[in-house]
């Protein structure tokens, strides 16, 4: 079982003090925040993307690339990363990259993104995201699985001879989640391929997800991958803990009656009672987490969302110093005694490796030469497979 | 979607669910959609069918259906509501006019509805007001609401203006008109007749309010979109690492 933190990224005014952090600040508090995550004991650091104001996130994998410069054990992951509006052969290039600087520690969740604006600063128009994401993600798929990929879709510039460097570390490419909130599709294609379903949990009601996931599962069988119960699947929640329970819901109410996303609705109390936010003393928050089994079956992942709304740095620091001493020991230790053997762990690089080679050694990709005008010709590497040459495109 | 089944027994009570939007108590709204019941128990009595009446009182709910309009949390008991009108075999929608319309309650609960709940759905339109200058209301602002949810709503709309309250019979031939219309759809199952004939020509809410099933039979994983999801093949039983 994996334990981990996930950002929004939002740079949001503290509502009890009337300060806004500037970018700058921000961006150095995300970073003390990620260190921390490894510091006490959690798993898995993920960061949002968006590309506008009040958001700092737009470049996960140049922060993500410095975060695992200055750790040796989290695993580094997205929250989500837009598969509509990004070049799928972009996060092909980009992801392999990070996951050669992070030695493997590296997966990434996949969202279609909900800012309309967002898609035709793209060059993409939002009311086709969802066949724009199947699409998008099947070319990604072939672009880590094939050295030399030909491709024609209907959304963006087809490819002839395309290999995406570097290869995957040891050519197992990152694992590769798949977030949504309502639609059969997204399921599929993560069912289809053996990826991982995560379902944020954040703002709907605990039952909400249930046939979402049952479909992931019933296809993730269907398809060959394992048993239902064997689906890889993540789920996230909200936390705001302190020793006593009044003093958490106190403290942080005002961040909940200004928050972007909760203001105006239902209070902090009927929110809490109904959706996955915890706020409340460790023991508390514990009964809450071990709840979730019952919405959302066997999960492998657990990510907290501790930094939205203005809550200031010292603050978040607190929450994960209590999260790593006092709340993922307890549900780590009851919910993998629940599980039994047969639920595997969500996948890491090793597993993966693993799972390819066996004991054998894993390829590790060598260019052929260039030929004298920057390409290799119809072998990018001295072991491609020679049945699938490279057709370039003619000049 | 839950829908009667042709062959359902005889002696089964159809659902017909009461949507009031009035705002006081009692309410001129209500003593309309009460009018408009008995005109329909009637009706459908001369079918040899029996008929079981749900209300929802807008007012009671204007706070749910306010937050869940902002995409804030949705209440169970909205859910359950929006769940009620979903399994009816027929809906009687009833609203006062103000100012020139029916309220922003009325329209703000449709709002929340998924676009397949009154999918088919044979519906009696009415309104209430304080003058006869109103009385097109449920034709020219209610009707085109349910054409485009894709209901069913009857030729003949029902309007009351407080002066028809005082006269002898001012609304019954109008009530009795519509409620035989509806009684007519609703005890011949058009509306389960059509989606069975149509099944998979509207556009569908997964897991939504009109598909509580729970069961995963009416996906349809031969549309485009999922057979994209699966890698674009043709056939979902090709495997992607084979």
């Known amino acids: 079982m994996q334990f981990g933190i996930f950002t929004v990224g939002d740079v949001t005014q503290d509502p009890t003090t009337g300060v806004t952090p500037s970018e700058a600040e921000r961006i150095k508090a995300a970073v003390t925040i990620a260190k921390k995550v490894e510091e006490v004991g959690l798993d898995v650091y993920a960061t949002g993307e968006h590309h506008n104001p009040p958001f700092y996130t737009s470049s996960p994998t140049t922060f993500l690339a410095y975060i695992a410069a200055q750790t040796e054990r989290i695993m580094l992951s997205t929250s989500t990363t837009l598969i509509t509006t990004n070049d799928p052969v972009r996060i092909a290039e980009e992801y392999a990259m990070l996951q050669h600087l992070a030695d493997g520690r590296v997966d990434l969740m996949l969202g279609r993104g909900n800012t309309a604006p967002v898609y035709p600063w793209f060059g993409q128009d939002i009311r086709q995201s969802l066949p724009l994401a199947l699409e998008n993600y099947n070319l990604l798929h072939q672009l880590w699985h094939n050295d030399v990929v030909d491709f024609e879709g209907r959304f963006r510039t087809p490819l002839q001879g395309f290999t995406s460097t570097p290869r995957p570390l040891d050519d197992v490419p990152p694992f590769v989640w798949h977030g949504s909130i309502r639609t059969p599709e997204i399921a599929e294609q993560a069912a289809y391929y053996g990826d991982g379903f995560f379902a944020n949990g954040i703002f709907w009601p605990m039952r909400h997800f249930q046939r979402l996931i049952e479909l992931y599962r019933q296809r993730y069988a269907h398809y060959g991958h394992g048993t239902e119960d064997q689906a890889v699947v993540g789920v996230g929640s909200q936390i705001f803990v302190r020793p006593n329970s009044q003093d958490a819901i106190s403290e942080f109410r005002p961040y909940f009656d200004n928050s972007p996303v909760y203001r105006g609705g239902p209070d902090l109390e009927t929110v809490s009672e109904a959706t996955p936010l915890f706020v409340g003393s460790p023991q508390q928050i514990i009964d809450r987490i071990l709840e979730l089994p019952e919405y959302f079956g066997n999960y492998q992942r657990q990510m907290f969302l501790i930094d939205h709304a203005g809550l200031p740095l010292k603050t978040v620091l607190e929450q994960l110093d209590v999260l790593g001493e006092q709340i993922v020991p307890v549900v780590r230790k009851e919910l993998e005694s629940r599980y039994g053997s047969h639920v595997p762990d969500a996948p890491t690089h090793a597993s993966l490796v693993k799972a390819k080679y066996g004991d054998d050694e894993p390829r590790q990709p060598r260019p052929n030469p260039n030929r004298g005008d920057n390409v290799t010709g119809s072998s990018p590497y001295q072991d491609s497979d020679p049945g699938t040459p490279a057709v370039l495109p003619a000049l | ?242």
């Open chain 2, 1 to 242: 979607m839950t829908v009667n089944d042709n062959n359902e027994a005889a002696d089964t009570p159809l659902r017909v669910v009461v949507i009031s939007a009035g705002v006081s108590d009692p309410s001129t709204t209500r003593m309309l959609a009460d009018r408009i019941v008995t005109g329909v128990r009637e009706a459908i009595a001369t079918d040899e069918r029996s008929v079981a009446f749900r209300y929802i009182e807008l007012r009671d709910l204007a706070v749910d259906i306010a937050q869940a309009g902002i995409g804030a949390l949705r209440s169970s008991r909205l859910d359950e509501a929006i769940g009620t009108v979903a399994e009816a075999d027929g809906v009687i929608v009833v609203s006062p006019v103000f100012k020139a319309s029916f309220t922003g309650l009325f329209k703000s609960f449709l709002d929340v509805l998924d676009d397949d709940v009154l999918l088919n759905m044979p519906v009696i339109l009415a309104a209430t007001a304080g003058t006869p200058r109103h009385a097109l209301v449920p034709d020219q602002t209610m009707r085109p609401i349910f054409a485009y949810l894709r209901a069913l709503p009857v030729p003949t709309a029902v309007f009351a203006a407080t002066e028809d309250w005082g006269k002898t019979d001012a609304l019954k031939p109008r009530v009795d008109r519509a409620a035989g219309e509806f009684a007519a759809l609703v005890t011949a199952n058009i509306r389960s007749s059509v989606l069975q004939r149509q099944s998979g020509s509207y556009q569908r809410t997964f897991d939504g309010a009109a598909d509580r099933s729970g069961s995963m039979a009416e996906l349809d994983f031969n549309s485009d979109l999922m057979r994209l999801a699966a890698g674009g093949a043709a056939s979902l039983q090709s495997h992607p690492r084979e």
